[in-house]
């Protein structure tokens, strides 16, 4: 994904619950939070101290919203 495309779209996305994988498999879960032009910020609010991931853009393989409905 280009930078500037994922930027956008984590901007759309900021706080709700996403779930990306990245280019070295590894899968993440959380709702969106920080956003800059390298990395997204996901908060895990299950625990109790909102322990925080960040990932860089380039890393990203793919995004799915999860729908809480």
């Given at each position: 994904?280009?930078?500037?495309?994922?930027?956008?779209?984590?901007?759309?996305?900021?706080?709700?619950?996403?779930?990306?994988?990245?280019?070295?498999?590894?899968?993440?879960?959380?709702?969106?939070?920080?956003?800059?032009?390298?990395?997204?910020?996901?908060?895990?609010?299950?625990?109790?101290?909102?322990?925080?991931?960040?990932?860089?853009?380039?890393a990203?393989?793919?995004?799915?919203?999860?729908?809480?409905?």
């Amino acid at each position: 994904m280009a930078g500037q495309h994922t930027e956008n779209l984590f901007r759309r996305y900021k706080g709700q619950l996403v779930v990306i994988k990245t280019t070295s498999a590894g899968i993440y879960k959380g709702r969106v939070g920080e956003i800059t032009n390298d990395y997204v910020a996901l908060t895990d609010r299950e625990t109790e101290d909102e322990t925080q991931t960040f990932v860089f853009f380039h890393a990203i393989e793919s995004v799915v919203l999860v729908d809480v409905t």
